[in-house]
T-cell receptor
């Protein structure tokens, strides 16, 4: 079985400050990792994904994430946030031959002016 | 425009009254799935479908039914809704399976069961 833990349920941050959202996963087999963003009253959109190769993955809107296999982590970062980054962020994991995407509990980011 | 369309977006109903939430995608995707989103729990998979007439249970299938008679449609059926099914529901699709495929999500359906 696979599981995902997002360590922070809420992260308040000031505009133009950096932000890091933490994600840890557990799985007995190789996994693919995703970050999705949910803006208010909308569905989820893909921010970035790690499938293989370079452990530093760049996504849309200036976000990046680093896969760390030894620590089973996939933390999301942005060096300078904007008000428009206020949203809920979900880390998710799937197995290579799986039919199931497992989500973490989500992290709400509130960007303050 | 490529999209996943859910209807209705909002519904308030009463316990025991059968309801159906429709989901349609226009991307010729084989894989479709339903999730429910509850605060602090993230999204949990209810059912998924690998293709027409192929469906299987996710993590929280109790109280729900699905069907996949056509490739584009994947309705979620609550035969006898109960208050613990009050939630935000999302339909998603991808070309094939989950694996390395990013999911395309609908805008959600907020159900309130009184």
């Amino acid at each position: 079985a696979q599981s995902v833990t997002q360590l922070d349920s809420q992260v308040p941050v000031f505009e133009e400050a950096p932000v890091e959202l933490r994600c840890n996963y557990s799985s007995s087999v190789s996994v693919y990792l995703f970050w999705y963003v949910q803006y208010p009253n909308q569905g989820l959109q893909l921010l970035l994904k790690y499938l293989s190769g370079s452990t530093l993955v760049k996504g849309i809107n200036g976000f990046e994430a680093e896969f760390n296999k030894s620590q089973t982590s996939f933390h999301l970062r942005k060096p300078s946030v904007h008000i428009s980054d206020t949203a809920e962020y979900f880390c998710a994991v799937s197995r290579a031959a799986g039919n199931k995407l497992t989500f973490g509990g989500g992290t709400r980011v509130l960007v303050k002016p | 425009e490529a999209q996943v369309t859910q209807n209705p977006r909002y519904l308030i109903t009463v316990t025991g009254k059968k309801l159906t939430v429709t989901c349609s995608q226009n991307m010729n995707h084989e894989y479709m799935s339903w999730y429910r989103q509850d605060p602090g729990l993230g999204l949990r998979q209810i059912y998924y479908s690998m293709n027409v007439e192929v469906t299987d249970k996710g993590d929280v299938p109790e109280g729900y039914k699905v069907s996949r008679k056509e490739k584009r449609n994947f309705p979620l059926i609550l035969e006898s809704p109960s208050p613990n099914q009050t939630s935000l529901y999302f339909c998603a699709s991808s070309f094939s399976g989950v694996g390395n495929q990013p999911q395309h999500f609908g805008d959600g359906t907020r159900l309130s069961i009184l």
